[in-house]
């Protein structure tokens, strides 16, 4: 560890501790580009980057954030070649396996959302088995969204809404944004107070469309594999510049 980590391995003291977000949600953009530019294979970017997740969590940990969640694969990143997908694939398996008892002694609660029947059988084996084998813990809740899109997960919920109409279970008059929200795959998180895109482009890429109404917005330029503590201080620092309004007025202005 270099002195610049060890120091930031506390709350920096330009960061208020009652101002920090709840939940954090990030797009770890920026890998196959992080390879190019070092000439080498885009698998090279993958593996870098989940370095740089285990120490997004660990810093989150550290600093009191409650929860994280981060996009690790879009429903239309299957367009890529197939060798990139089954790379993926089997990176992410190969992870998470390695990973469980550090994480099952670190309190972490994990929790996977998407589209998560379409996976390969053994990933969904190992997906059930951390979030059965964590679903006591009472740390960070970290949430993964594998074969996650925010408009599948609306039209999801819409059928399984639809469902109940048509069974009689459910009035149509019951049906608002709480009863909404029930039938996402997130429910039962709280929204991300602030949303963080690497590697510069400025969209969603159909990530968390519901969930992100009032997301504060923080894109980086900064490859995701490079994205560090110090780089995560700099987004806190700009998150807790913003004046959060919900509709309403500055909070300066009574
Ligand atoms: C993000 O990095 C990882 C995934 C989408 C799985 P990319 O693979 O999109 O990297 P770039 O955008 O090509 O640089
Ligand atoms: C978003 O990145 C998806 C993930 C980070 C998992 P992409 O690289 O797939 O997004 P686009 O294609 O640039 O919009
Ligand atoms: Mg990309």
Redesign the pocket.
């Known amino acids: 560890m270099t002195a610049n980590q060890t120091t930031l391995k506390t709350l920096p003291a330009d960061l208020h501790p009652d101002y920090l977000p709840n939940h954090v949600a990030v797009?770890?953009?920026g890998n196959g580009r992080w390879a190019k530019q070092k000439g080498l294979p885009r698998r090279a970017g993958h593996k870098q980057g989940v370095d740089t997740l285990k120490s997004l969590l660990r810093c989150c940990k550290d600093w009191g954030i409650g929860a994280l969640t981060a996009?690790?694969?879009?429903t239309?990143?299957w367009s890529r070649p197939l060798e990139e997908v089954e790379f993926l694939m089997t990176l992410f398996e190969r992870v998470l396996r390695q990973e469980l008892n550090e994480l099952i002694q670190e309190q972490v609660q994990i929790r996977f959302v998407g589209n998560l029947t379409a996976l390969p059988q053994s990933l969904q084996n190992e997906i059930h088995h951390s979030m059965e084998a964590t679903r006591r813990n009472d740390g960070i809740k970290f949430t993964i969204a594998k074969n996650y899109g925010g408009r599948q997960e609306i039209v999801h919920a819409c059928h399984q809404i639809a469902e109940q109409v048509k069974n009689g279970l459910l009035g149509l008059d019951e049906i608002d944004v709480q009863l909404f929200e029930q039938y996402l795959y997130t429910a039962g998180n709280c929204d991300p107070d602030l949303l963080i895109r690497t590697s510069g482009?400025m969209?969603l890429?159909n990530?968390l469309l519901w969930q992100t109404a009032y997301a504060e917005l923080y894109v980086t330029d900064t490859l995701w594999p490079d994205f560090d503590r110090a780089e995560f201080h700099q987004a806190l620092q700009t998150y807790q510049q913003r004046d959060r309004r919900f509709g309403g007025l500055k909070s300066d202005t009574v």
């Open positions: 797009i770890m953009d996009y690790a694969f879009s239309e990143n482009e969209r890429s990530f």
